[in-house]
C-alpha cells in the first residue's frame, strides 16, 4: 500500500506546493516570471521530496518538518479557498480572496504547528 501511496501523495503535493507558491509570487511580487516560476519549482521539489520521506516513514529534522507542514497545509488551504469560491459560485468576484487572506495563512500557521509536533514525536520516540 505505501509503494502505491508514495507517488501519488508526493505528485499531488508537488503540484499544490507549485500553484500555491508560483500563484503567491505572481499576484505578490515585482520578479520576473521565470524566476518566480523557478522559486516555486524548487518549493515544489523540496515538499515532494520530504512527502517521499515522510511516507516512507524516514525521520526528518524539526525545521524540515515545520517549513514542509506549512507549505503543505497552506497550499491546501489555499487551493480549496482560491479555487472553491471559483468553482461553487461563479458570480463572484471576490471569492479567491478567501484563500489568499484566510485559508492559505490559516493553512501555513497550522501546517507548521502540526510540522513541529510530528518532529517532536519523532525526537520522543527515537529517545524511548
Sequence with gaps: MIR??????SFLMF????FFIGTILIIATELPDWLCGALALSAAILVAWYTWKL????????GVSVLCGALMLGG???IIGF??????????????????FITAPLGLILGAI???????RQRAGARE
Design 15 to 18: 503540484f499544490v506546493v507549485l
Design 114 to 120: 502540526g510540522g513541529y509536533i510530528f518532529a517532536s
Design 55 to 62: 511516507v516512507s516513514g524516514e525521520k526528518m529534522g524539526t
Design 76 to 78: 491546501l488551504g489555499f
Design 4 to 9: 502505491v501511496l508514495k507517488p501519488i501523495v
Design 83 to 100: 479555487l472553491g469560491p471559483m468553482i461553487l459560485a461563479k458570480d463572484t468576484s471576490q471569492g479567491p480572496l478567501v484563500g489568499i
